[in-house]
């Protein structure tokens, strides 16, 4: 039904009747709140298909000294995310890796869509409008505020970091995904590694149009702004789990069924049939190519030499 294509994070089965959606994913940015972030971003696929999620397989890959309490956090936060989401762990496979300087999950979703009942990345037509749900880097702002809460304190203070951290609470998308395919939308894309510019090029790649961005508008909180300063990072290049993509007609009632559920939702561009992307701002418009990269790992990797 759905095959494996540039900006597509899920395949799409045909089991005979109801459609069975599949996802995966690892974990690699981080070694803190890994379980947690294992079975979100792996359901957040899914979801960008406007699927209902039903499990999740893990794969553990562990240092040889890594201690079993440590393996107890893992599966605890594992468990909290799962519940939170109204999925089950279905199983999965953990084993002790030689030479491994870290932890490694890699989460494999499982969900189910009814027949005709799905999104994809490329339904994307010229005139619908560019949305983004809640706000940009939320991810990367939680995982900067942990990795660097030592560096961040001294300079903005334990509330501004202790708030960015939290942000990883928020990076579940699945009530968007849903609420989407229910309202009418054209498609979706959960935003991750490379933040909106990846995003907004992947979305217009896979559905062969063009992309007005209006960079004024993109949603920024305060807490990520400031750390992103701090740390010299670009905010519209950082991870963004907790963001959705949307593409819409102008006339659809997205921003109400939105509003409704209390979520946030901007407006942030309009697709165009020249299949390139233009940066709108200040009242002018150009042409650009952005230069796919990850911000967290450019910080990371500056930050240890």
């Known amino acids: 039904m759905l095959h494996a294509s540039l900006g597509e994070d899920t395949a799409i089965v045909d089991l005979g009747g109801e459609l069975c959606v599949l996802s995966s994913d690892p974990i690699t940015g981080t070694s803190r709140d890994i379980g947690w972030l294992a079975v979100h971003i792996s359901v957040n696929d899914i979801a960008a298909s406007g699927a209902e999620p039903v499990g999740i397989l893990l794969t553990i890959l562990l ?3 890594f201690s079993g309490t440590d393996m107890e956090s893992i599966m605890s936060e594992a468990s909290a995310a799962a519940e939170s989401l109204g999925i089950e762990i ?55 505020a942990r990795e660097f809460e030592e560096e961040l304190i001294p300079l903005l ?21 849903i609420l989407s395919r229910k309202a009418g939308a054209h498609a979706l894309h959960d935003i991750t590694e490379g933040g909106i ?37 670009d905010p519209f290049y950082l991870l963004s789990s907790g963001a959705m993509l949307i593409a819409c007609p102008p006339e659809n009632v997205l921003l109400q069924v939105f509003s409704q559920n209390g979520i946030e939702l901007t407006k942030i561009g309009e697709f165009v049939a020249s299949g390139k992307m233009f940066l709108r701002r200040n009242g002018n418009e150009e042409e650009f190519l952005p230069e796919i990269h990850e911000e967290l790992w450019r910080v990371l990797e500056r930050r240890r030499r």
């Open 63 to 65: 240092p040889a000294d």
């Open 90 to 144: 279905l199983g999965g496979h953990t084993e002790f890796t030689p030479y491994l300087p870290q932890p490694v999950i890699v989460g494999t979703a499982v969900g189910k869509a009814p027949r005709n009942g799905y999104l994809s990345t490329k339904g994307a037509c010229p005139g619908d409008y560019l949305y983004v749900s809640k706000a940009l880097a939320l991810e990367g702002t939680a995982i900067l």
């Open 157 to 177: 203070g334990e509330e501004i970091v202790r708030k960015g951290a939290s942000f990883l609470k928020e990076i579940s998308v699945m009530k968007e995904g």
């Open 197 to 233: 510019m990846a995003g907004a090029w992947e979305m217009m790649q896979a559905s062969g149009v063009g992309v007005v961005l209006e960079v004024e508008s993109f949603p920024l909180r305060p807490e990520t702004m400031l750390i992103c300063q701090t740390l010299e990072a």
